[in-house]
């Protein structure tokens, strides 16, 4: 499937900004077998002093930064062709969970995909015993790892509510879980919690997600957005399978990566620092639109 993406980020500021620094992941990412970044550009509004590219430890890439004018406004921009080809998994071949213990126990690599990286506790993914118990109370004894990360994600997707008040970005998983409600971060990382805390290895994606129109309705414009999911890891022979549970499905054609990690801070698409006193205001929108083939 192949994609055309827009975006756009702004900030409005209270006061003037003296300056700036700030690392960008907002592009897609070309992950080779999966996903092919055919085109893409990324525009800076006002024009920074300094700019560089960067790749961190999993790979993903960024866009570092620094204003030095004074601003009171600052957008960003992208354009992007993206391919997507990868497709949900097929048949169930995972392990149980005990032998997938197992199989981490005789792991030794530590390659930036490894699944040690993400076995344990993270900043933002911290599991509390609640919430594993929670896990627990829904994975049968002999359940396969990637039928426990189905039946978890499922739940979760019934028991949370959809709230984009309820949080902040800030807001750490347990909170968010206490609260049974937030949006798609905080789904994703009470479910990395909660699969971690029952030895299963998942991380945070950042990415597009495509969004269709009720029936009979039009497209609207804007009205993608950024999105969040969870990536597992399900034995040597299944590998990382990804699941999306704002809105339980098995992550396919249509989301599209732009960064992988142990949680949010791992990959927030906008970080950095201003020399600036008082509040901001942000928009943001998004156009993930198929491109008709030739």
Known sequence: MLYDIGMRISYSYDGVA???????RLLPADLP??????????RVSPQPAERSEMVDFFGNYGTEITLRDSHEELEFRVGARVERFAEPPGLDISPPLTRLA???????GLEPDSPLHFLWSSPRASSTPEMT????????????????VLTI???LYKDLEFDPEATTVDTPAREAFERRRGVCQDFAQI????????????????????TNPPPGRPRLEGADAMHAWVRAWCGRETGWIEFDPTNNVVVGLD??????????????????ILRIAGEQT???????IPVAAA
Do not use: W
Request: aromatic share 6%; charged share 20%.
């Open 18 to 24: 003296g300056g700036g620094r700030h690392l960008l």
């Open 33 to 42: 077998g999966q996903q092919r970044l055919v085109s893409s550009a990324l």
């Open 102 to 108: 197992q199989e981490l126990a005789d792991y030794r």
């Open 133 to 148: 118990d929670y896990a627990r109370l829904r994975v049968g004894e002999g359940i396969t790892a990637f039928a426990a």
């Open 153 to 155: 994600g499922r739940a």
């Open 191 to 210: 479910m990395i919690a909660m699969l971690r805390g029952i030895g299963v290895p998942a991380g945070y994606v950042s990415g597009f997600l495509r």
């Open 255 to 272: 989301h599209i990566v732009v960064a992988r990690g142990r949680d949010y801070g791992d990959v927030s698409p906008v970080r950095g």
């Open 282 to 288: 942000t928009e943001q929108a998004v156009d993930v």
